[in-house]
């Protein structure tokens, strides 16, 4: 252990810090990034083809065979190594398994994905990397020069050889957090203070302990050495801070009363003509301390005369805010913005815990004005309106109102009196509106902040293909995929339409509203046209995305359109679409289905003798699939395909012989034209 005595103000702080031994470095990975281009081949990812991960258990996701029965083998050592499991999707692996090689140790890690039937010969799918990082930074260095009053600064120095360091962060109750690397703003560099509750400081005196953490950017935490600080004084050394302590009797929910309660040192008095000036902002911590506003934003600001010659407390609902985090500051004034004494932000921030989700300030010992807006989040030529409430017996004055841009400060509109006030956003990114009224001794201030959001969301896609798995009759099941993105404030809920033989478009129920991909029973021969659009969370709507006009049609293996090459034969099949199905016994048996469509389902039987087939779409190998089955599977939907427009295609599906079970029996086709 060590002790270290600092100078604050006129208290002497007993700073005791244990010294320890640090985490080890995490082993190198070579100076070749090369897990930064982690994408795997043949389809194969690892956690959606992340560079990175801080979990030996990772998603490993591959093509989607036709049927669910085949097998694949996965290797953690290049291929030295298997394990053997039943073809899915995706599953949760192991990258360190010694089973498949696996080694438990950070660094860079490559799966290896084969897939066949347990009988014939392995196949290569593909195969992903991924770094893996379990291993929190070092750190090196512990900076505490001691500023000398309240406001202390606290710096981590530390390297990463895995993903690299994040943040540094201080915490007073190791609970809450504030990072320092990156720090808020240059103005609060490496700095936090030990009254500020947003981390876990208070008003009161005695012991604290200083937690600190080096994150790196998988989130793996290196704890520093905690700093044990014996807190005498919280008066600053200098002289602007207000000639009293602050106590905060009351626990902080939100819409309960709140007080904060000043108290002077014996013998002072406000000067004569002076006024008491509070303010309280909540918000995000870039919102409250550094004016970078966002919807979380609001405040309020007022001046009163002393009563007895000091400042009274001031008692008041605390507003809700959904960051629940709070900042306040308080003066004495002698006339209009100067000041004679004040607080700053970061010693009055609080945390509060929620109960109430009321916006506004409906109480107040003192009197004040705040404002609520009708709705945050503005889209496309929107407006929103704001009203004025008082409270705490403040007079009815007129006073101005004034919205603008953030981003733009010559886009504003401005006016004087009323109620309410009607602003219109014009601009993409944050707004600011306010209201203010200001007499020779008194100032009121209140704001709140929209957020304008002036991009559609972009409809992607939208597709139908022949759903997997179905039997094909009088109806067929088609499976309707679609996707958008959106650059503002993020997609909040779809609408799905459907239009029957040229019928009126109808509504179809998403549940979730962010639904992306639907099942619809479909009948044979009608025809059907899909559209669908987004909505983002400010309102603004995209263009619709529409799907050609298609039908559903069936082809069983009699139809005309099909080409067989010779080494085929035909047999009567139970639930086949024509009655009877082609069946090739061995390899290189092929057919050939030329069409005109938007998508098209191969439809066969599976069964304990059936084996891998080949299907090319336009000359171009697109999957081989296995149609064995442990019983016999009526003939269903085993492989589909889809374009976003209707076209001239071919589809050829080649027999491979499977060792043991080499059948590849053909029912027929579904084809959307």
Known sequence: MRRMDLLLGSAVLAIVVPIGAVAAPMPAVGTDPAWLQAVGTGGVALN????????????LTIPAPSTTDGLIRLSND???????????????????DPAAGGTDTDGAKTVTVQGGDGAGPWYAIGSASILLDRTGPVITSIGWPGSGGPGETYSLTSIDAGVGTARSE????????????????????????????????????GERTVYGRVIDKLGNITMAPTTTVIVTSLRPANDDAPPADFELPL?????????????????????????????LKWGD?????????????????????????????????????????????????????????YTEPLEGSFRAEKDGTYRGISTSNLPLYYILPDHDLVGLDGTVTYRLYAVGGAPNRDGSWVCRSLNDYNNYQARYGGSAFTCRIT??????????????HYRWLVGYDPYGDRSRPVMRSLRATPDLGRALGTTLVVHLTWGATDKGTGVRRYTLQSSKNGGAWRTITLSPALTTSLDRTLGVGDSYRFRVRAVDRAGNVS????????????????????TWSSGWTTGAYSGALGGKVHIASTAGRAVTLKFTGLAIGVVAPRGPGSGWARVYVDGVLKRTINLYAAST?????????????????????????????PEVAIDGFAVLR
């Open 170 to 205: 201080v915490s007073l109750d190791g609970v809450h957090w504030q990072s320092l690397d990156p720090p808020i703003d240059d103005i609060y560099l490496n700095r936090f203070d030990y009254r500020d509750g947003t981390i876990g400081g208070s008003w009161t005196l």
């Open 543 to 562: 263009d619709w995305r529409y799907t050609p006009t298609f039908r559903p049609r069936r082809y069983d293996d009699a139809t005309s359109a099909a």
């Open 48 to 59: 959606g083809s992340a560079a990175a991960t801080a979990d030996a258990t990772v998603t």
């Open 633 to 661: 599977v009526a003939p269903a939907v085993v492989w589909s395909f889809g374009w976003q427009s209707a076209g001239a295609h071919s589809v050829r599906i080649v027999s491979l012989g499977t060792t043991g079970h």
């Open 78 to 96: 290049g291929g030295t190594t298997w394990v053997e499991m039943s073809w899915t999707t995706a599953t949760a692996w192991s990258l360190i």
């Open 427 to 440: 601009s993409s990114g944050p707004w600011l509106a306010m209201w203010a009224k200001e007499t020779t």
């Open 285 to 341: 911590a870039k919102a409250r301390l550094l004016m970078h506003y966002d919807p979380t934003y609001g405040e309020v600001l007022f001046t009163v005369a002393p009563r007895n010659g000091v400042c009274q407390p001031w008692t008041f609902t605390l507003p809700y805010s959904s960051t629940l985090e709070y900042s306040w500051t308080f003066s004495i004034n002698p006339t209009g913005d100067s000041v004679i004494y």
């Open 251 to 279: 626990p902080a929910i939100t819409n309960h009363p709140f007080t904060i309660a000043p108290h002077f040192d014996p013998g002072f008095t406000v000067p004569t003509g002076a006024t008491c000036q509070w303010r």
